[in-house]
């Protein structure tokens, strides 16, 4: 009993010297003894195992206090790899990421047949094709972090619904831990986007809560509290994509409700805005380039007619952000976390969507919450999905270790 548990501390310790020698890199043994509050001794000798085990490397000196210069540790980027995927609703993505979230390589499919088989076969694809045949490029692999839309336990590693893949109480992580023989972590894709961003794009000294909003097909929030994801009792926390907004009963969700924010304020709604307006009669009482697709409209040609400065694009750009600020005022007023990042195709418009959002946002919650917090566009673009499972398999430190 007493040697099981000096092993657990033992463990602790270690894993706490590489948390900080991830979030600080180029330290010192010294350095790393006043953060931690381990004893040198502790510390020397943890991270002569960690150099041992490769994890760790030194990268030259620091300056010195008088006596001798200080060694200065990093971590060794290059010396384990994990595999992300993104398993979006119409292409999925998946890469081989270093621990310090370098893309080493990429490949992506898409997503013509949505029916449960072909899409785990796509996923295998994608994976086998990344390990590739005989011995991987990319090794030691430690895990494989997949994002996944709807609704997910974690814990279990099952999707429990998802609709667009047709996957219901899949056991994912499972299928794939038997079939790869690496341990795996599933996650909402808006969660993993959420630690993505917080990981890899923020200051992680200024916020540790933060809310990021992937507005794209669908609408959806990862909460970050504390530095962790909050996922709730039941694993949806952020499922903002269905809160009512209007009481417009012709708006129906996908979810079988109605007046959902998604039907509103996601790609998806601004696509069928579009179509809905200029199909009309009488028509769009302004001249719009849109008219000229009607019946094949894409969110790129909104785009491409709202940067134009086309009336039509304008206004349902405008609208769809407020939108979306009247959620985001709920979310305020519930969480008051400052700090909110936007992601996803809806991004695109940026600066006046941005606008527009805050606006209405300010309107709809108490001013002082509004003014404290910064809504701004996020960083990562396309690869926050990858990026922020890759990052929470590598933040479980015992993966890490070849030798435990
Ligand atoms: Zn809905």
Request: charged share 20%; aromatic share 4%; proline share 3%.
């Amino acid at each position: 009993m007493e040697k099981a548990t000096r092993h657990q501390i033992k463990e602790q310790n270690r894993n706490l010297v590489l948390k900080t020698i991830f979030e600080r890199s180029d330290i010192s043994r010294a350095e790393i003894a006043r953060v931690t509050r381990l004893t040198r001794t502790t510390v020397s000798d943890i991270v002569s195992d960690l150099l041992d085990e490769r994890l760790v490397k030194e990268v030259g000196t620091g300056s010195s206090l008088g006596g001798k210069s200080p060694i200065l540790l990093d971590i060794a980027a290059d010396s384990r790899y994990l595999i992300g995927l993104d398993l979006a609703r119409n292409k999925f993505s998946g890469a081989i990421v270093n621990l310090r979230g370098q893309i080493c390589a990429f490949v992506s499919r898409p997503i013509k047949e949505c029916n449960r088989e072909a899409a785990l076969q796509t996923t295998c694809e994608i994976i086998d094709h990344l390990i590739g045949p005989g011995l991987p490029t990319h090794q030691p692999l430690v895990g494989i972090g997949i994002g996944a839309p709807g609704l997910i336990n974690s814990k279990d590693g099952v999707v429990i619904n998802a609709v667009n893949l047709d996957w219901v109480n899949l056991p994912l992580g499972k299928l794939l831990e038997e079939r790869y023989h690496l341990p795996v972590c599933l996650l909402n894709d808006c969660q993993a986007a959420a630690m993505g961003e917080y990981i890899y794009a923020a200051d992680l000294s200024e916020a540790r809560n933060m809310v990021v909003v992937r507005v794209g097909h669908g609408i959806g929030a990862g909460i970050i509290i504390n530095g962790q994801i909050f996922q709730g009792d039941g694993g949806s926390a952020g499922e903002i994509g269905h809160i009512v907004v209007t009481t417009d009963q012709t708006l129906s969700c996908r979810c079988g409700n109605v007046g959902c924010l998604e039907t509103l304020a996601s790609a998806n709604a601004l696509v069928q805005r579009a179509e809905l307006a200029v199909m009309r009669i009488p028509p769009y009482p302004q001249p719009t380039a849109l008219a000229k697709h009607a019946g094949s409209i894409t969110l790129e040609l909104i785009e491409q007619a709202f940067a134009e400065g086309d009336a039509l694009a304008q206004e349902i750009v405008l609208e769809a952000g407020r939108y979306l600020g009247i959620a985001l005022a709920n979310l305020i007023s519930t969480l008051n976390i400052h700090k909110i990042i936007l992601i996803g195709d809806m991004a695109c418009f940026g600066q006046p969507w941005l606008a527009a959002i805050q606006e209405t946002m300010s309107q709809a919650t108490l001013g002082r919450l509004a003014q404290e917090t910064s809504v701004q566009i996020g960083d990562l673009k396309d690869n926050d999905v990858i990026l922020g499972v890759s990052a929470l398999m590598a933040s479980n430190y015992s993966l890490l270790f070849q030798k435990q």
